[in-house]
């Protein structure tokens, strides 16, 4: 299994979609239409060599459908290793709808990309993502029981909000302790560019804990809400690359991390929420790593939310949940050991241990 991906095999070219799932090495791709409900959606499976393939489905009005294909792939793979390394009997999948989230919803819509889901006999596990509300899933719910992060109205486990920005804030103070020596984010400078639900969460734990934060967010009403409600700063625009912050909490968008911003950013950790927040996994990660920039991988420290929902899965406790994402404190930790002693970047080195898991995972399973 390939730890990283060349930018040319996910770019937006002609190649066929079998050449782009043997690039990504994806076991299965489900297209997915509905002329009456207007459905167009993409199912991605990556990997389920640990488990059923769970991910959430996202909403998104995508250019055209390679650039949809190109987001499910690569959102698939990585939850693959999130799970991994997160130590969970889960396998990595993805879904998108290609449509307007504002717009183009309906009952029917939803009710038949349910049915889609069930007909994969439980190898897919869905849940809500980007552009999907609760709702959305009850109506997913109506036709596959393969669905998690329900309402805890109708047994779920809720908001996955909440566990996805303590891991983040656990992994942040992972991060400092080795950087800074101590973990203590007391008057440390962070920047949390995103304020969602997580990425409000994670300003709440940072200011009780006496972090001077400053937030950026393209929502000026919600920036306004939570600049007032816990005293926060405020920036704007493309201007937070160049201020002066101990932490970078990318909370937003992916691919924040490239070639422009990692030279203008003026920080010594980089620990956040967002997704693929590495724009190309070798070259930025080496080149954080050459600054001195200690880089915390965001498929593990935003892994709460995927444990969240996981309980559901196993029917394990909330307690239980709330334990393991507390752990991502140790994994982190062991990670930029493993980093330090191999000559790694913190992203190879938290691919490595994924990747190990996974073949010694599927090597129990020939035997047997």
């Known amino acids: 299994m390939k730890d990283v991906l060349d930018r040319e095999e996910l ?5 066929p979609v079998i050449s782009k799932m043997f690039n990504t090495e994806h076991e299965q791709v489900v297209f997915c239409q509905d002329k009456a409900s207007g459905l167009k959606a993409i199912i991605a499976i990556h990997n389920t060599t640990l488990g059923p393939a ?55 819509l939803f009710r038949r990309f349910g049915k889609f889901v069930e007909s994969l006999s439980g190898k897919y596990i869905t849940a809500e993502d980007v552009g999907i509300s609760p709702k959305d899933m009850e109506w997913v719910n109506m036709e596959t029981k393969h669905v ?3 309402p805890k109205t109708l047994g779920g486990s809720g908001d996955p909000s909440p566990v996805t920005a303590y891991g983040v804030y656990m992994g942040m103070k992972a991060a400092a302790k080795k950087q800074y020596g101590s973990d203590n984010l007391g008057g ?47 920036v704007e625009g493309d201007g937070i690359y160049d201020l002066d912050m101990d932490i970078y909490a990318p909370c937003a968008l992916g691919a924040t991390l490239n070639d422009n911003t990692i030279e203008r950013l003026k920080c010594s950790v980089i620990a956040g929420a967002a997704n693929n927040q590495l724009q190309d996994e070798i070259v930025h990660g080496r080149r954080l790593m050459e600054k001195g920039v200690l880089y915390a991988p965001d498929f593990l420290i935003n892994a709460g939310g995927l444990i969240n929902v996981y309980r559901e899965v ?42 190990d898991r996974i073949e010694a995972i599927a090597k129990i399973k020939s035997v047997l």
């Open 188 to 234: 440390k400078k962070v920047v949390v560019q995103g304020v969602g639900h997580v990425g409000e969460t994670l300003v709440k734990h940072l200011s009780k804990e006496g972090a001077l934060v400053t937030i950026a967010d393209i929502n000026q009403d919600r920036v306004s809400r939570i600049a007032m409600e816990f005293g926060t700063q405020v």
């Open 314 to 355: 196993t029917g394990t406790s909330e307690a239980r949940a709330m334990e393991l994402t507390e752990n991502i404190y140790q994994t982190t930790t062991d990670i930029f050991n493993r980093s330090n002693a191999d000559g790694l970047t913190p992203q190879e080195a938290a691919m490595g241990i994924a990747k």
């Open 54 to 108: 769970l991910g959430g489905t996202r909403m998104w009005n995508y250019n055209n459908e390679i650039e949809a294909l190109n987001d499910v792939l690569r959102l698939s793979r990585g939850m693959t290793f999130k799970a991994s390394i997160s130590g969970l009997n889960l396998g990595g999948g993805k879904a998108v709808i290609i449509g307007d989230s504002y717009t183009q919803k309906s009952e029917a």
């Open 11 to 15: 770019a937006m070219d002609m190649n």
């Open 148 to 150: 998690s992060g329900l």
